[in-house]
């Protein structure tokens, strides 16, 4: 571990607009003369790998992965009842958007909530689904991380909290 930085290779971390990634070091690289020490993040899943300078890492909103207790609010949140505004679909879509890039999972919850649809429930639009899919994915991913668990896996635990909630 460097001197400046609380991430180490091997942690798991969460960047707001890409979800959960793995540290796989800090390296130092020059850039326009100066010296940057930089965190790098893989991301398997999207095939990217993030470098964030480790005196932007707080204002970038990189983070630890949420604790289980974290988790557990933003699964509280999951089962609560959804809130859909009257608003147009444009502007809700705008904040389930903004909510799903903030990297918040209790905020992520809200839109994965909000959105499911059950079974006996009228169809979704497609951007609604492409929303819904976008935050269950994100929070599976975190979810994922924190209980040592598939992806897959994950993901079929949060939509049977959802049917549950919604039965």
């Known amino acids: 571990m460097s001197k400046g930085t609380k991430y180490q290779a091997g942690d798991h971390v969460v960047y707001p607009t890409h979800g959960v990634g793995k540290v796989t070091g800090i390296e130092q ?19 990217m790998i993030l470098r964030v300078p480790v005196a932007k890492a707080d204002d970038s909103g990189l983070r630890k992965l949420s604790s289980p207790d974290q988790m557990k609010s933003a699964l509280k949140t999951l089962k609560g009842k959804s809130r859909v505004r009257r608003t147009m679909w444009s502007r809700r879509a705008q904040e389930y958007e903004a909510k799903i890039n903030s990297g918040d999972p209790v905020a992520i919850a ?3 909530r909000d959105l499911f649809r059950n079974a006996n429930q009228p169809d979704q639009s497609y951007s609604e689904r492409q929303l819904y899919q976008a935050a269950l994915d ?28 919604a039965a």
């Open 138 to 165: 994100r929070l599976a991913r975190e979810f994922a991380a924190v209980e040592a668990i598939g992806e897959e896996e994950a993901a079929e635990k949060l939509e049977d909290m959802l049917q549950k909630a």
């Open 110 to 112: 809200e839109v994965v």
């Open 29 to 47: 690289q020059e850039i326009a003369g100066m010296t940057l020490e930089l965190i790098v993040i893989e991301f398997d899943k999207d095939r």
